[in-house]
């Protein structure tokens, strides 16, 4: 089994930066994809950006330009650079991976969840 711990949230002002980065973490694992997606209250689990072996880079609407993926493939990590934030930023940012060999929309979202970090922007 995989586990991913994600790091870096907290609190914002709108127009500010903020990183997050996972690491995933398991016995012999080999990952394919990684990814985030974020959830805001009362609203379904939407796209962030993912990213799918050998370079299949995906960037929901909302985030285009203002945030960017980038993945260490050697250590199993994926960052989440975030820039330009607004309110509309605010939620729960889950890290998402799937393992090698295994079925999944190179978009995703894949089958294996962190426990997510809160993001807040404030106006």
């Known amino acids: 089994q995989v586990q991913l711990v994600e790091s870096g949230g907290g609190l914002v002002q709108a127009g500010g930066s903020l990183r997050l980065s996972c690491a995933a973490s398991?016995?012999?694992?080999?990952?394919?994809?990684m990814g985030w997606y974020r959830q805001a209250p009362g609203k379904e689990r939407e796209l962030v950006a993912t990213?799918?072996?050998?370079?299949?880079?995906y960037y929901g609407d909302s985030v285009k330009g203002r945030f960017t993926i980038s993945r260490d493939n050697a250590k199993n990590t994926v960052d989440l650079q975030m820039s330009s934030l607004k309110p509309e930023d605010t939620a729960v940012y889950y890290c998402?991976?799937?393992?090698?060999?295994?079925?999944?929309?190179?978009?995703?979202?894949?089958?294996?969840w962190g426990q997510g970090t809160q993001v807040t922007v404030s106006s």
């Open positions: 998402n991976a799937a393992l090698c060999g295994t079925f999944y929309r190179e978009i995703g979202p894949y089958p294996h």
């Open positions: 398991g016995d012999n694992i080999c990952i394919s994809a």
């Open positions: 990213n799918a072996v050998p370079s299949s880079t």
